[in-house]
């Protein structure tokens, strides 16, 4: 099973967006997965979930932190999730990864995913300037 890979980070302004893209390969799965979701790590920190969607319709989250300013998508045809994140700001500066998963616990405000593949793909830097 290969892990998703990430794409479309760049360097930009505080205030700016930009629309990342997750590519999904249901090659060698025998099912779906639960969901998809992106992290983010920045220097320093630890890997961080940023937002999740369900594969079939129905359950998206996101962080505190991003509501409001980020949108997470599916395109189904495409087996492609996107990450559209508006109005920038320096501390979203990280790279950011996807990930499938075959759950998703929200517990004392704190989201807990388990991965269904036990690796990761390449992620994209976004570095955003004040």
């Known amino acids: 099973q290969v892990p998703p890979v990430a794409s479309g980070g760049g360097s930009v302004q505080a205030g700016d967006s930009l629309r990342l893209s997750c590519a999904v390969s249901?090659?060698?799965?025998?099912?779906?997965?639960?969901?998809v979701a992106w992290f983010r790590q920045a220097p320093g920190n630890e890997r961080e979930f940023v937002a999740s969607i369900s594969w079939l319709p129905g359950s998206i989250n996101y962080i505190d932190s991003v509501k409001g300013r980020f949108t997470i998508s599916k395109d189904n045809a495409e087996d492609t999730v996107y990450l559209q994140m508006n109005s920038l700001r320096p501390e979203d500066t990280a790279v950011y990864y996807c990930?499938?998963?075959?759950?998703?616990?929200?517990?004392?405000?704190?989201?807990?995913?388990?991965?269904?593949?036990?690796?990761w793909g390449q992620g994209t830097q976004v570095t955003v300037s004040s």
């Open positions: 249901l090659s060698g799965r025998p099912f779906r997965p639960y969901a």
């Open positions: 990930n499938t998963l075959k759950g998703l616990t929200f517990l004392s405000g704190v989201y807990t995913p388990e991965y269904d593949i036990g690796s």
